[in-house]
């Protein structure tokens, strides 16, 4: 297996709510809830950059694929990095987050590596920490 990964699949709750943070509230390009006309089958992707792309799927839906017993979603599981290029890039994007309705666990803030970095959960939970990291090239 190579080192590659092409989509991120999340579980929410929600599909419509879910879309709306992401497209409206964070602006992420998508065509919408897409598969509709099939049981258990409608998602949504979002294009992200270097042709990764963000889904999501009913919680319901991917246990159901995936043939496993849904659980409760433990939002300490994983994190998704956003990694920006400036201090204040991170502070607009936590800014741009909170105004889409998610929930702020850590504010921006300076770190012991140097680096300065904030947490938000989005309307299911799910974990992301935007990023400034003065080692590495945005």
């Given amino acids: ?18 879309l709306v943070f992401y497209r409206d509230g964070l602006g992420f390009s998508t ?3 897409i598969g509709k006309e099939f049981e258990h089958g409608a998602v ?12 999501i799927f009913e919680r319901k ?12 979603p433990n939002p300490a599981e ?8 400036s201090k204040e890039e991170v502070d607009q994007v ?3 987050a909170k105004k889409a309705g998610a929930t702020i666990t850590v ?3 300076d770190t012991f590596w ?16 935007v990023v400034w990291n003065p080692q590495w090239e945005i």
């Avoid at 297996?1 to 879910?18: A, C, F, H, N």
């Avoid at 949504?44 to 889904?55: H, I």
């Avoid at 994983?78 to 290029?85: I, P, Q, R």
């Fill in 1 to 18: 297996m190579k080192p590659r990964i092409t989509v991120l699949t999340i579980g929410v709750d929600d599909l419509e709510r879910s």
């Fill in 31 to 33: 065509e919408g809830i």
């Fill in 44 to 55: 949504a992707f979002f294009e992200l950059e270097a042709g990764l792309r963000l889904a």
């Fill in 61 to 72: 839906n991917l246990a159901l694929d995936a043939k496993i017993s849904q659980t409760h």
């Fill in 78 to 85: 994983f994190t998704l990095g956003h990694n920006v290029s």
């Fill in 94 to 96: 936590m800014e741009e």
């Fill in 107 to 109: 504010p921006a803030h």
């Fill in 114 to 129: 140097g680096g300065y970095s904030g947490y938000f959960q989005d309307p299911d939970g799910h974990l992301w920490e």
